[in-house]
């Protein structure tokens, strides 16, 4: 269409209502009852039924938390790491970290690769694997940065849909409220495994073993590899052998979920048994890895999925097929996190430092464990609590009913999630007595 | 055949490595789980920077990815990132975002879009969370699509960037394309895009591409872009654009924001996905918006709340560190004043080497026209080349691009751009 010359001498109003006018001339409008029955061209949108979706009960818990102005007020809600004085802690190794980052002015920070930064991912996998592992010496399996734990299994979750022949996962019961989310908007279905036991607060080792005696042949299985969210309840050595050999006999997929690794007992390597121990056997499995809290990243969300493949050759493939799954969601990981990691795992002695932060943490949180029993216990609060110090990382399952919990939140101003996890980060030495209050009262006077 | 050349034509060959540590019974169950894994195609576009590094040739020319480069053919970090680095390091602590991101973040990267006094900012109407950079805008935008409009499809220009098709295809929305680029004349086609503007179902959605488009450069003049907005209010078709490069088309963010400022004019309630990975350098850390306008404060927290939900499966929560240097940037005067002044130099230059490979080409006695260098806008010249010639060119001159023809000014530099006319002329003369 060649500019009309006539309309180089209107206005541009003119202009407009000339070229619409045009249109409808040649028949723009076979339909013409449709320009006054449209919503939008009164302006309503096209997502005005769009209904309010529920509020994540995890984070929801920090929200009224911040509302509520009793100075007295704990929050034991979200898994994040606070000190003894209730502050959020960088570590210090991070923190030189990201000083040497920031005073290297020769460092790119264009695009990383769609899998993310090379170095980060093997020494992701060595921390995870242990630098023997046969997988890594044998150069078969595929790592990719992802946005943290979430991230790591939702692409792991995304490529099993696309790319494995079964499309069901089973998850333990109880587990992260947002693992059965991840796993079902990419696609999978999915089951449960009896996992936790109330009476015992314990593990359900029966039932767990019945449950996945009884999943089809090849279907996927979520483990956390240690520090289980939210129990704190852990398979013993022999319970994991037992569980790795049912798994491999019925040709299930391991997905591990490792979210805490060094954070549960103090030791990087105590914390992987569980997955070397089924990498070790030869056998495919995924891992998810997160940084948030064992290196404290948690906003910068680091973290990685490893894919462990039977030969090179495959897990070539595996990695080519990961970044089609990667490309269209956000085309490649953030830079800044996985930088700060691979700064401090790639430097002996910052490697050495974070450990001695490592253990810090999870000793203070070992040490309210201890706390907390002995003021519960001192105040002959009715039922068994030893379990408060056999549970193990970040969380203890109380045992407390959704009841009790809202009356800690009303009456003593504790937050914490429905399910009575309480957040073991979120307590100090000076809380303890207030909680442990809490804790009786609503035991002795709700059912 | 140079190992680039095999790299670039997606010729890898594979090692298989012996195992030789499985024991009988592993054996056994050596599954065959990912037998039928194919390999998946190389990205076209990130392929041709990997073509590029394994390439030892010494006069080698990157023209292929979009990240800007100076006059030294360096990578930069703006002055106004590395001193919000500066402020960031040390002082502040790595604690969740909430889920829609970081909320300061969020408002003034909406006034950068919608301007500093838009009654949708003031009435709180705009559905906005923090995404990883523009993709993640997209990608997020096209879920939800999916999911509350699952009988849409999306009308795509023709052509776009290429990962704008992977989107779509994986949110399981159904793409169609409408006209765009008129080969001919290197420019818009004008009166195509206006027919399919036309024939499309009434109430259709449409990818816009809000400035500077890529790969091609060719934006509609303002009074196109009224003219596209009021046939869409006819039409009443929906608007998404894509912001990619807002102040780094023309140097000025406000000029580059005008096709939504037009469409705001007129009543659209559009939605936008912006990025900062060009405009401010912040490339790897993956930081951007998507926004939807709606007609009230209610609706826009349902909305809000929707895309939190589909982010929260897929990554939780967005991450801290791009945000905060974006959120110090903007609201410090000084910073930002930087930041425009820093923005405008890096557009200036592309606009340089554009005139200075157009001269160069016109000086060789080139008898093709090579006027859409200059016409064209933003970081991409879509020179007109066919694929034949963009091999000669990587084959024969060692520079790199797009096979679609693209060129991304970014990588042209005073020091190479005699190289680079000469090696076009050489090879579009035959």
């Known amino acids: ?447 | 055949m140079t190992t680039a050349k095999a790299i670039r034509r997606g010729l890898a060959t594979y090692v298989t490595y012996r195992s030789y540590f499985l024991d009988s019974s592993s054996k056994r169950m050596m599954s065959t789980w990912w037998r039928r894994v194919e390999p998946a195609p190389k990205d076209p576009i990130l392929g041709v920077t990997e073509a590029f590094l394994a390439d030892r040739h010494p006069h080698k020319v990157n023209v292929g990815v979009g990240a800007y480069r100076n006059d030294d053919g360096r990578s930069v970090v703006l002055e106004c990132v590395r001193e919000a680095e500066r402020v960031i390091s040390g002082n502040t602590n790595m604690e969740y975002l909430p889920m829609g991101g970081n909320q300061t973040f969020v408002e003034e990267t909406l006034k950068l879009a919608y301007g500093d006094e838009s009654e949708y900012i003031s009435n709180n109407k705009i559905a906005a969370v923090q995404t990883l950079s523009g993709t993640g805008a997209c990608y997020l935008f096209a879920k939800f699509q999916r999911r509350f409009q699952s009988n849409s499809r999306v009308y795509i220009p023709i052509p776009t960037w290429s990962n704008h098709h992977n989107i779509w295809r994986d949110a399981q929305v159904p793409q169609r394309s409408f006209h765009y680029y008129h080969a001919e004349s290197r420019g818009l086609d004008f009166p195509s895009l206006m027919d399919d503007i036309k024939n499309a179902p009434s109430g259709s959605f449409f990818m816009l591409h809000a400035c500077a488009h890529n790969p091609t450069g060719v934006d509609p003049s303002e009074e196109q872009w009224r003219e596209i907005s009021y046939l869409f209010k006819i039409k009443n078709h929906f608007a998404f654009f894509d912001m990619a490069y807002q102040g780094f088309a023309s140097g000025n963010t406000e000029k580059d924001a005008e096709a939504i400022r037009i469409f705001l004019k007129d009543g659209h309630l559009i939605a936008c996905a912006q990025s900062y990975a060009k405009n401010m350098g912040l490339y790897g850390q993956r930081v951007g918006c998507l926004s939807i306008l709606c007609e009230n404060e209610l609706q826009a927290l349902a909305v809000k709340s929707q895309l939190q939900q589909i982010a929260g499966s897929m990554y939780g929560n967005p991450p801290l560190h791009g945000s905060l240097i974006v959120s110090i940037i903007l609201t410090n005067p000084d910073l930002k004043k930087l930041w425009l002044k820093e923005v405008k130099g890096m557009a200036d230059r592309i606009i340089d080497m554009r005139i200075a490979l157009r001269e160069n080409l016109e000086n060789l006695g080139s008898s093709i026209s090579w006027e859409h260098i200059t016409n064209q806008i933003g970081m991409f010249c879509f020179s007109g080349m066919t694929p034949e010639q963009v091999d000669q060119l990587t084959d024969r001159y060692h520079i790199y691009m797009t096979r679609n023809g693209r060129i991304s000014m970014a990588g042209v530099t005073t020091g190479n751009v005699r190289y680079i006319a000469e090696a076009i002329h050489k090879v579009t003369r035959s």
Not at chain 1, 50 to 67: H, R, S, Y
Not at chain 1, 180 to 203: E, N, Q, W
Request: net charge positive; glycine share 6%; charged share 20%.
């Open chain 1, 1 to 447: 269409m060649d500019i009309d010359r006539t309309n180089v001498i209107m206005s541009p109003l003119e202009r407009r209502l000339n070229t619409i006018s045009r249109h409808l001339i040649q028949g723009c409008f076979s339909d013409s009852t449709s320009i006054v029955a449209s919503p939008a061209f009164y302006g309503a949108s096209v997502f005005q039924n769009v209904a309010q979706a529920p509020e994540d009960p995890i984070l929801g818990v920090t929200v009224a938390f911040n509302k509520d102005p009793s100075p007295l007020k704990l929050n034991l809600g979200v898994g994040a790491y606070r000190t003894e004085e209730g502050k959020p802690l960088v570590l210090n190794v991070v923190r030189r970290a990201e000083q040497l980052l920031v005073n290297d002015l020769y460092r790119k920070k264009e695009y990383l690769p769609i899998t993310g930064l090379s170095d980060f991912n093997k020494l992701s996998a060595k921390l995870i694997l242990g630098s023997e592992s046969p997988a890594i010496l044998e150069n078969r399996l595929a790592t990719a940065q992802c946005l943290s734990g979430t991230g790591s299994l939702r692409v792991g979750a995304e490529f099993l849909t696309k790319h494995y022949h079964q499309r069901t996962i089973y998850i333990p019961v109880p587990t992260w409220g947002n693992h059965p989310k991840i796993f079902m908007m990419a696609g999978l279905s999915v089951k449960t495994y009896r996992y936790y036991d109330p009476t015992t607060h314990g593990l359900n080792f029966k039932g767990l073993l019945e449950d996945l005696s009884a999943a089809p042949n090849g279907a996927i299985v979520l483990l956390h590899a240690c520090a289980h969210n939210p129990t704190g309840v852990d398979p013993t050595q022999d319970q994991w052998e037992h569980i790795r050999q049912l798994i491999r006999s019925k040709n299930l997929l391991p997905f591990f979920d490792s979210a805490y690794q060094g954070f549960a007992s103090g030791s990087l390597d105590t914390d992987a048994q569980s997955v070397r121990m089924f990498v070790a056997d030869g056998g495919d499995c995924l891992v998810a890895q997160s940084y948030a809290k064992n290196m404290g990243l948690y906003g910068e969300r680091v973290g990685a999925l490893t894919i462990v493949c039977k030969t090179t050759d495959v897990a070539r493939k595996v990695e080519s097929q990961m970044k089609l799954v990667i490309r269209p969601m956000y085309s490649n990981p953030p830079i800044h996190g996985a930088s700060i990691v691979t700064t401090i795992l790639k430097d002996r002695n910052m490697f050495y430092e974070w450990k001695l932060e490592l253990k810090a943490m999870a000793d203070r949180i070992i040490s309210m464990r201890r706390q907390l029993y002995d003021a519960v216990s001192a105040r002959g609060t009715p039922g068994t609590w030893n379990h408060i110090i056999k549970q193990i990382g970040m969380f203890t399952f109380t045992g407390l009913n959704s009841k009790q919990v809202s009356f800690m939140t009303s009456e003593y101003h504790i937050y914490l999630t429905s399910d009575g996890r309480i957040s073991m980060a979120g307590l100090s030495s000076d809380k303890v007595p207030h909680l442990a209050d809490a804790i009786h009262a609503a035991v002795t006077s709700i059912a």
